[in-house]
């Protein structure tokens, strides 16, 4: 495990820009989005990550869904670790290598949540790319639904950042029960794959979130073999 110490770039500080400006844009867009739901105008339509198939889908929404959340709790929670974890990434980093890394594991995170939604598809219509004008109106609806928001999948590679960066450094559940980052990311990532494979069918898109923590450790890896050009 790497000592974030060996990657300081600077002076520290507890929000640092690109956190910081993380946190200011998603809440102007929950704000905006609550805003237009009053007028009758869900931006989720053009904004939130649609399966590849449904008429709704544009390629931007692997990027836009990051920052569109379903109620306060969900973006205060989504915030909070993105703050808790992100500042001290980034003051090791760099605003820049923060950044790329945030939205590679996003838009991973986003990738990985079609192929298990175009699994339910190919499973349901017998191919992941079912033609929209032929298939039962009921069906295509269904497939029309089918929207991911939120940005955990990006908060999820930022946790497996921290376990990585800092193994041994304790994080207090509830503020009360101490655990070894490195063990708290191990104990998480599998809960959520418990979750993902068992179906709990409580609207959370845990393979987004596996998926955010893949591409998490998949870029990590490489910056550790190869280094980043990113400064």
Known sequence: ?????????????????????????????????LSLQTRGIDIAKWLGLHYITAENFYPWQYVTYMFLHQGFSHIFFNMFALWMFGYAIENAWGSKRF??????????AGL???????IDVATSFGTFLPD???????????INNIVTIGASGAVFGIL?????????????IYFLLPIKAKWFVIIYGVLELIA??????????HFAHLGGMLFGIGLILYWRKYGSRIR
């Open 132 to 142: 929209m004008n032929i298939i039962h109106p009921i069906d295509a609806r269904t």
């Open 160 to 172: 497996l950042a921290f376990g990585m960066m800092f193994p041994n450094m304790y994080i207090y």
């Open 99 to 108: 950044l790329f890394y945030y939205f590679v594991t996003g838009i991973g």
């Open 196 to 205: 993902g494979i068992g179906g709990s069918g409580d609207n959370v898109a």
């Open 1 to 33: 495990m790497e000592n974030g110490n060996q990657y300081r770039v600077g002076g520290f500080s507890v929000l640092p820009p690109a956190v910081k400006n993380l946190l200011i844009l998603n809440f102007i867009v929950w704000l905006l989005d």
């Open 112 to 118: 990985v949540q079609t192929v298990v939604v175009g």
